[in-house]
């Protein structure tokens, strides 16, 4: 199956860059599109894929799979126009970090498409094909979000990718995803900024591991972000104001000075972080 794909990945930058390198030596062909001239003459130099282009129209025809790594907006204006790009049939898997408005999206193509959300769970916080590893995947979690008409292949075909370049494929629905993703990914993400943001300067001599892993997602570049709060604003608002209540407590507390009820708000926090962690090394892979 994978064997015998011959896969276009658009967009080359950090997330479809780590794709391709992992896929590279187990597909048929491999075809890379990006819009930015230097991306494709690293991507030509590390021989990321068989043929890179510029120009989807080039390579998109020559595909039976699809994977677009883009930006979410960019998804989507890709999903509008792929009908005129690409004339026969083929599947079409995204790596979008929100599902909802990409899965509608997907629905609007013609049968001849055989559409599936994505989203592995993986990254860094530094972008662009230049930081690109075949590792990314390792032992990361690969959401998949089915249409209804997402066929049997489809879906066997995303588990074999999962499985190749190493992570555990996990299926849902895009309103679940959305959910999770807000409090799991873009709720850390807002508050990493918010930290950086308001520490004082004149603190940097005493920064040490703890801070520096607790404001890591800050170096995100925010122009990748503004896509991800725009089309996941409910469920972001929703996590934010559980964060804002619990945080709340935690000021009620420090203003009364009382002791014993903060180490108790404390530790329900530290053994809720065990909870999470042994849930998601115990599910079922």
């Not at 276009?8 to 794709?19: E, N, T, V, W, Y």
């Not at 990006?34 to 120009?55: G, Y």
């Not at 972001?236 to 709340?248: C, N, W």
Request: glycine share 8%.
């Amino acid at each position: 199956m994978l064997a015998d794909a011959h896969i276009a990945i658009i967009g080359l930058g950090l997330m479809g860059g780590s794709l391709a390198l992992a896929l590279r030596h187990h597909c048929a062909a491999l075809y890379g599109i990006d819009h930015d001239p230097q991306v494709l003459a690293l991507a030509a130099q590390w021989k990321v894929a068989d043929q890179v282009s510029p120009h989807p129209e080039e390579l998109l025809p020559l595909a039976n799979v699809i994977i677009l790594a883009t930006p979410v907006s960019a998804i989507l204006e890709t999903l509008r126009h792929l009908p005129h790009l690409h004339p026969g049939d083929a599947l079409v898997l995204d790596l979008g970090s929100t599902k909802e408005h990409i899965i509608q999206a997907m629905q609007e193509l013609p049968p001849r498409f055989d559409p599936v959300g994505g989203h592995p769970m993986c990254g860094k916080e530094k972008s662009s094909l230049m930081n690109a590893d075949p590792a990314l995947f390792h032992g990361a979690t690969f959401a998949f979000v089915p249409l209804e008409r997402t066929s049997p292949h489809g879906r066997a075909f995303c588990e074999q990718l999962a499985h190749t370049v190493g992570a555990t494929p996990l299926w849902l629905d895009a309103l679940t995803h959305d959910r999770w993703s807000a409090a799991i990914s873009h709720l850390p993400y807002l508050l990493s900024n918010s930290l950086a943001a308001v520490t004082p300067i004149e603190a940097a001599p005493l920064i040490g591991p703890g801070f520096r892993s607790t404001v890591r997602l800050a170096a995100t570049p925010p122009s990748l972000m503004g896509d991800v709060l725009s089309t996941n604003r409910l469920n972001i608002l929703a996590s934010l104001r559980a964060f804002q209540a619990h945080l709340a407590k935690i000021e009620t507390l420090l203003e009364a000075g009382d002791e014993e009820q903060i180490e108790d708000l404390l530790a329900q926090g530290a053994r809720q972080h065990q909870v999470l962690l042994s849930a998601h090394g115990g599910r079922q892979r």
